[in-house]
């Protein structure tokens, strides 16, 4: 079964821009946003993906994952039966001890809100001491799932 173990934080300052070492361009679409299954389409610069996401489990950072990867026009073609909103943000990838945390710079209806993901390996992992520009985790609160912020 594929797992993804992530933990989320509202970003409290600009300082994970000088430590980015890559940054991708992301827009995505979902096709279903029911609490047991996400449905997603994503372009990240010039690659597309589907994922499938499950409910997150109880203690709100790991769920059920499956991604994989489908062609632009396929995608492109996808998007137009995204009804349950858009996201348009870019990704700076910021290595981090033996971990990359990725800070999302929302667009559009989302404009202003940054996030910063950490994906662990297990649920078990002992997260590291965190960069100064890492706040309030907020990774149970459904708010800010990226499903929630396509639709408000």
């Known amino acids: 079964m594929n797992q993804e173990i992530e933990r989320k934080y509202l970003?409290?300052?600009e300082s994970f821009r000088s430590m980015a070492t890559k940054v991708k361009h992301i827009r995505q679409g979902y096709l279903s946003v029911d609490a047991d299954c996400t449905v997603r389409v994503r372009v990240a610069?010039?690659?597309?993906?589907?994922?499938?996401?499950?409910r997150n489990q109880k203690d709100g950072f790991s769920h059920f994952e499956w991604e994989k990867e489908i062609t632009l026009a396929d995608a492109e073609a996808l998007f137009a039966l995204c009804r349950h909103g858009m996201i348009?943000?870019?990704?700076?990838?910021?290595?981090w001890h033996d971990l990359t945390i990725e800070v999302d710079v929302f667009h559009g209806r989302n404009e202003g809100l940054v996030l910063a993901e950490i994906e662990l390996p297990s649920e078990d992992y002992p997260l590291p001491d965190l960069p100064p520009f890492i706040g309030e985790e907020?990774?149970?609160?459904?708010?800010?799932?990226?499903?929630s912020?396509?639709?408000?």
């Open 45 to 54: 610069d010039d690659r597309a993906y589907m994922t499938v996401k499950g």
């Open 149 to 152: 912020l396509a639709q408000n």
């Open 11 to 13: 970003v409290v300052d």
């Open 138 to 147: 907020v990774t149970a609160d459904s708010r800010y799932y990226n499903s």
């Open 88 to 95: 348009e943000k870019e990704r700076h990838l910021v290595p």
